[in-house]
């Protein structure tokens, strides 16, 4: 989910626990407390409480009697206002708190007490389980007399008691240097390589001449030897690093090891099993993701939980929604769907493209040489569906499907045929939170042309790829995808408000064109009709170069008309160009994965990395996998398998972004339900969940205060507060699901 929003700090009605200071001009922090009476000798003003907390003096300590049965953190809570932050000055920010019994997580934030109740910096730590003392820097940007520091405590189901001292908020210090513990510097893929595929690893080194390497099996034998091949500085880590080439190694086995500059890389296998496990576990993650049911813990063990938003208190649910006021007059069922990330909230554009990609991997599955359908049928990802003779991967994706299609206007209302663009919380909710645990309005958000062409194209690809199993539904949704395309036509250019990202990302988008080429390639490719081949030939997006170097995403859908085009068989004219195109995009992303030593293909301009970076990795190698599916070429085949390494561990960070996969990987991903890192009764994410990845722009507070100044592959920080880096989605699965099983089919 790439998102720009502001994290709520503090409901409106908790500032009624204290006065609000006039703005003023903030005085420079120059080593000194920006806090008042931050060791409770006498009294505790000026530290305020919300009406429900009692909180007092104890043996030098503020201890405060926090209420049980709360949903939010910030439903209870304690702090302090009117603290002064000046922009680019670093903070030491520090106190030691406890609570009784042990266990409770702790928000503790400074921010900004007055709208938009900004987070500058925020840490969530277990009481009396993380320790007692507390210490972390971080730098301000921004300057404000209105900042704040608040404690929220709000979400448990018991009441408890906290208590702090010694609360110190320092200007002035030094920024802390933050260094990631990135391992070896032999940087490998560390689940596997394929016995015949490409076998390429990374050194990170001072040397500028070549070094010997070593390939040990797990027993220690040396069983390859060679030479590393110099690469000089790599821009987007900033290493001075060599390339390893032992593809020439091609026997199966476990736990083997690189050897190079006296370094020992991580355990890695050679085979493919693991890319059969993967292309199951990357799609079983959608299950858990899914909204309106109950997840059953017999199909996931340990993930069971109860369903979410379907009007069941605290709930408000999701039967009868209302539009934001103004919007509409109607309420509308909108049950069911995924939940697009770590939030609660469901979005038709995000859900288009992750639709999209699920159905074109069984597509290819069923039209490419190498592709293994049955390895996604019925029975094969223990879903309820299971056993209705229809493939999982189907059953899987209708869950989504059911959802987009009642996201339409109904008939007789203005903009009818039209799709809302999304649905979601009034207000941001904190971590964590089940959704059965949600108390939220729930809102419907304006009509957009991007999400009506996102529900034509994706119902359009439906009615070809379920009509063998379900006739009725694949009418239907033909029937949604032709009344969508004819209210996009109508309305053109109605986009989504860049700025609606209260409770939800705003997904904006001021460009059409490229969603409208594409709702018409799918209503094409099904239907065969004449207006929609008239309208591809007429596009100007159809003749344009669009595999630009940061790959395709749910704001850019031209390669998802172009790659189908491609490949699923149809007649439109001069369609050996169109192939042609996707083979010249492939060999771009060829030269740029070669052309870095990390092996990549994925160079982004000033090497800024985007939101999301590995889901645009993988679209780039895509690309490469469509090109070897349409030519046959082993180096698109080769390219696109070799993409997989800088995932699984061949990166700056020397670890793989997919949960469970790889010695050291990340587990720590932003999410409500996910959210073990803050409490430890909640598991991590499923295992084969991606991390967004690297983000040049650090938008969290978490990671601006460790991430200052970053370089390309260093801006990631597998932290559950570290939403710009480190978040899960729905598409970005996607992108993983499909690339996984084009590698298992190689295997």
Not at 57 to 67: I, R
Not at 498 to 507: I, K, L, S, V, W
Not at 685 to 700: E, M
Request: hydrophobic residues 35%.
């Amino acid at each position: 989910m790439k998102r720009r929003r502001t994290t709520l700090l503090i409901l409106t009605a908790l500032l009624g626990a204290a006065l609000v200071a006039s703005p003023a001009s903030p005085a420079a922090a120059d080593e000194v407390e920006q806090l008042k009476n931050g060791t409770f000798d006498t009294t505790t003003d000026p530290w305020w409480t919300t009406s429900n907390v009692t909180a007092g003096l104890s043996d030098g300590q503020l201890c405060a009697d926090v209420p049980g049965g709360t949903t939010n953190r910030w439903d209870a809570a304690v702090g302090q206002n009117d603290v002064t932050l000046v922009k680019g000055e670093s903070y030491k920010f520090s106190f030691t708190a406890n609570g009784s019994p042990d266990g409770h997580v702790l928000r503790a934030i400074v921010g900004l007490q007055v709208s938009p109740y900004d987070t500058y910096f925020e840490v969530s730590p277990q009481l009396s389980v993380s320790g007692n003392a507390y210490s972390y820097t971080f730098t301000s940007p921004v300057d404000t007399a209105q900042g704040q520091v608040g404690f929220q405590l709000g979400g448990s189901a018991d009441p408890f008691r906290f208590c702090m001292d010694d609360v110190s908020l320092l200007g002035g210090v030094p920024p802390e240097v933050y260094e990631p513990d990135t391992g070896p510097r032999v940087r490998v893929n560390q689940v596997a390589y394929l016995p015949s595929g490409p076998k390429n690893a990374t050194l990170v080194t001072d040397a500028t001449e070549k070094l010997p390497w070593q390939l040990k099996n797990a027993a220690g034998a040396v069983v390859a030897q060679g030479s590393t091949a110099p690469r000089g500085t790599d821009v987007s880590s900033g290493q001075n690093v060599h390339s390893i080439d032992f593809g020439a190694y091609q026997k199966q086995g476990k736990d083997l090891t690189l050897v190079a500059d006296g370094e020992t890389s991580r355990p890695f296998d050679i085979g493919a099993s693991a890319y059969e496990q993967l292309r199951l576990d990357a799609v079983k993650y959608y299950y858990t993701q899914r909204s309106g049911i109950a997840i059953r813990d017999d199909l996931r063990p340990g993930y069971g939980r109860a369903a979410g938003h379907v009007n069941v208190a605290p709930n408000q649910g999701d039967a009868n929604v209302p539009c934001q006021p103004g919007v509409c007059d109607y309420t509308l069922d909108v049950t069911g769907g995924w939940y697009d990330a770590g939030d609660h909230g469901k979005y038709v554009v995000n859900g288009g493209i992750s639709t999209w990609e699920l159905l074109s991997t069984y597509e290819r599955e069923r039209l490419a040489r190498t592709g293994e359908s049955e390895k996604l049928g019925d029975g094969t990802l223990a879903i309820p569906e299971s056993g209705n003779k229809v493939p999982d991967i189907l059953d899987e994706t209708r869950w989504e499907l059911e959802f987009l299609l009642k996201m339409q206007v109904p008939a007789g209302q203005p903009l009818a045929g039209m799709a809302h663009h999304k649905i979601h919380d009034e207000a941001w909710t904190g971590l964590p939170l089940m959704p059965s645990d949600d108390p939220q309005k729930r809102e419907l958000h304006p009509a957009t042309t991007t999400a009506t062409l996102n529900l034509a194209a994706t119902a359009a690809q439906a009615a070809r790829l379920y009509r063998p199993y379900d006739k009725e539904f694949a009418t239907k949704s033909l029937a949604a995808a032709r009344t969508a395309w004819t209210a996009a036509l109508a309305h053109p250019d109605i986009y989504p408000d860049p700025n609606d990202g209260t409770g939800g990302g705003a997904y904006p988008d001021t460009d059409a064109s490229d969603e409208f080429y594409w709702a018409a390639a799918e209503l094409y490719l099904s239907t065969g009709e004449q207006q929609f081949k008239e309208y591809i030939l007429n596009s100007p997006v159809h003749t344009a170069d669009i595999f630009g170097p940061l790959g395709y995403d749910w704001a850019r859908t031209a390669a998802a008309a172009r790659l189908d085009l491609a490949t699923v068989p149809n007649k439109l004219p001069g369609r050996d160009k169109v192939r042609q195109s996707v083979v010249k995009g492939a060999d771009r992303y060829l030269a740029t994965l070669k052309s870095q030593p990390y092996g990549m293909p994925y160079a982004p301009t000033d090497n800024l990395y985007d939101w999301g970076s590995n889901h645009q990795i993988l679209h780039n190698g895509i690309v490469i996998a469509t090109a070897y599916d349409i030519s046959g070429a082993s180096k698109y085949r080769d390219g696109a398998v070799q993409s997989m390494d800088y995932m699984f561990g061949r990166n700056a960070l020397n670890m793989s972004y997919v949960t469970g996969y790889g010695e050291v990987n990340s587990h720590n991903q932003h999410a409500r339900w996910y959210a073990h890192q803050l409490d430890p009764s909640q598991p991590n994410p499923p295992r084969g969940t991606l991390a967004g990845g690297p983000n040049s722009s650090i938008q969290d507070p978490y990671a601006q205060s460790k991430l200052q100044g970053c370089v390309g592959q260093f801006c990631y920080i597998d932290d559950i507060q570290s939403w710009s880096t480190n978040e899960h989605t729905i598409n970005w699965n996607s992108a993983l699901t499909r690339m996984a099983s084009f590698v298992a089919d190689q295997g």
